[in-house]
């Protein structure tokens, strides 16, 4: 159906740098939302920014101001710039789309995650 493909993840040292890419290929009509999550060993999986096709976006409050999300949807993608990273920002990053595929002759709302990328911020 549809595959999200992260990528850029890596080690960085406090304070620095890391963006995201997010690319979605496959039978997608369009896409209503495209997200960022990340998940600590032993943590819950938490949101950390979404971006709509309408133009909104949200950011959790521990990333307002460091972290920008962005996406183009007429190429399926979502980016995320990370600045001023934290070691708490360690996790892994997944994509989340929220897309609409088609199915026959009926659309059908559905969401995918990507398989997720290492982000490791040294102290």
């Known amino acids: 159906q549809v595959q999200l493909v992260e990528s850029g993840g890596g080690l960085v040292q406090a304070g620095g740098s890391l963006g995201l890419s997010c690319a979605a290929s496959?039978?997608?009509?369009?896409?209503?939302?495209m997200s960022w999550y990340r998940q600590a060993p032993g943590k819950q999986r938490e949101l950390v920014a979404r971006?709509?096709?309408?133009?909104?976006?949200n950011y959790a409050d521990s990333v307002k101001g460091r972290f920008t999300i962005s996406s183009d949807n007429a190429k399926n993608t979502v980016n995320l710039q990370m600045n001023s990273l934290k070691p708490e920002d360690t996790a892994v990053y997944y994509c989340?789309?929220?897309?609409?595929?088609?199915?026959?002759?009926?659309?059908?709302?559905?969401?995918?995650w990507g398989q997720g990328t290492q982000v490791t911020v040294s102290s």
């Open positions: 989340y789309a929220e897309v609409v595929v088609p199915q026959g002759p009926f659309r059908l709302s559905r969401a995918y």
């Open positions: 496959g039978s997608i009509s369009s896409i209503n939302a």
């Open positions: 971006s709509t096709s309408g133009g909104m976006t």
